[in-house]
């Protein structure tokens, strides 16, 4: 029994659980696909719930709500014609008032801490979105404390319907007012706050960040130098920025004073400067100044790289990771940190295949001077005969050697290689 917020972790635990206990057995799998089928529910595979992953988490709680009947059928199936241990075990655990409420709970909460995860995973996440985004999540978090959520109010309906499940089986949950108020008050309530205060102290830097969204081309005013807006926006946002480059980097980092009035003229700049309105975020409007404002603005333009250099997420090295583990797969495993780093800068960087420009890679290809230990010896005249020989050489086989593999390529690649064949043909 749940009587706690701390206690509502051990849900990610169950189901854990109950996903190994389908993953590992393809007959236990099927017959949970039978009892889904039965009860006319989506045929669905469990998810695993990773603790540290709220994506994760959310499939999970999803996939096991919409198929909590059909898993109940099946671990009662599990005790009794097979005297599954584990399966008792888990049985008790879900098959209560307590873990319903909070896997309910939870379905209306972790969307929201999903599409924030979303939006730290961004590939360019906004300097002023970061408190935007926090404050709307805390704000939804208020909102489900003040007001249960629509999953979480729906709860005794869906204990409810779980009487006509199958009239064969008892898949009904027995719970007093009682035991749901004690829910309600140390667990609902609990946990909504405990959730609230960790998004607001989890993240002690986002006042920097924010105030660095001054630099945002949009956010500019209008301009007006007799508006009482335009005459202060920013002061506010540069001060905290000021202050902060004054702990961390030191009082000589900027004078304050010539960065305050170089502030007042930026915005004047950008309001009357056609480059400097059209630029689509902060890294654009520091390379225009760089380029043509830099002796304007010197202690603007630092701050302002400062700032550029602040990891918003961890997102990128998280994907550059990923990608060197499909790179460096156990087979590969003795690439030599210069092929990956090389095969890495490919998967990057490089253009799409159908973008790639392949008429410009073979003439460079083909202008290559060979280079080989052994043909050091030779002369200039012997190396160009022994070019010219090795190139009539893969121009005459080229062709018939690929013809097999040209037959399985799309027909706009296979021209597109034909082509090249032709001209490695020796004149």
């Known amino acids: 029994m749940f009587t706690t917020s701390a206690n509502i972790l051990q849900v990610q635990p169950a189901l854990g659980g109950v996903y190994r206990q389908f993953k590992y057995s393809t007959v236990k799998e099927a017959s949970l696909h039978e009892f889904q089928k039965e009860l006319d529910l989506p045929v669905l595979k469990l998810k695993e719930a ?32 097979e005297n599954d241990a584990a399966a008792v ?26 599409r924030l995860s979303k939006k730290f995973q961004a590939a360019h ?31 005794d309906d869906f204990i409810e319907s779980l009487r006509s499940t199958n009239p064969d089986k008892d898949v009904t949950i027995t719970v007093s007012k009682a035991r749901k108020d004690a829910f309600d008050r140390n667990v609902r ?6 959730v609230i205060d960790c998004l607001s102290q989890r993240f002690p830097q986002v006042p920097v960040l924010d105030a660095l969204s001054i630099f945002c081309p949009e956010k500019f005013p209008k301009p007006d130098s007799e508006s009482e807006t335009f005459a202060t926006y920013g002061r506010d946002h540069l001060d905290v920025l000021l202050k902060k480059l004054a702990a961390e980097e030191g009082p000589n980092f900027v004078d304050p004073d010539d960065a305050r009035s170089e502030w007042l003229e930026l915005k004047a700049t950008v309001a009357h400067t056609g480059n400097l309105r059209k630029c689509k975020d902060v890294s654009d409007l520091v390379q225009q100044l760089l380029l043509n404002h830099t002796t304007d603005f010197p202690n603007l333009i630092k701050i302002a790289e400062w700032g550029l250099a602040i990891p918003m997420s961890t997102a990128d090295c998280e994907r550059d990771f990923s990608l060197m583990k499909l790179v460096k797969t156990a087979r590969r495993n003795s690439l030599s940190n210069k092929s990956l780093e090389q095969l890495m800068a490919i998967k990057l960087d490089a253009p799409d295949i159908h973008n790639f420009p392949f008429d410009e890679a073979l003439a460079e290809w083909q202008g290559k ?33 690929l013809q097999p593999l040209l037959q399985q390529m799309p027909t706009t690649l296979s021209r597109q290689v034909s082509s090249w064949l032709e001209q490695l043909q020796p004149v």
């Open 50 to 81: 990773k603790h540290v992953r709220w994506l994760s988490y959310d499939a999970a709680v999803k996939a096991f709500l919409r198929s909590y009947p059909a898993i109940v059928l099946e671990l009662e199936r599990e005790a009794e014609e």
């Open 89 to 114: 075990g888990w049985l008790n655990r879900v098959k209560c008032y307590e873990f319903v409420a909070s896997l309910r709970l939870l379905a209306d909460v972790l969307p929201i801490l999903s």
């Open 189 to 194: 309530r609990a946990y909504l706050q405990a």
């Open 369 to 401: 001077v060979i280079r080989r230990t052994a043909t050091a010896s030779l002369t200039e005249t012997e190396k160009d005969e022994l070019q010219r020989t090795e190139e009539a050489s893969l121009g005459s086989t080229s062709a018939t050697a």
């Open 125 to 155: 996440l906004h300097f002023g979105r970061m408190k935007e985004s926090l404050d709307t999540a805390v704000t939804a978090m208020k909102a489900l404390k003040a007001t249960p959520g629509p999953l979480y109010a729906s709860t």
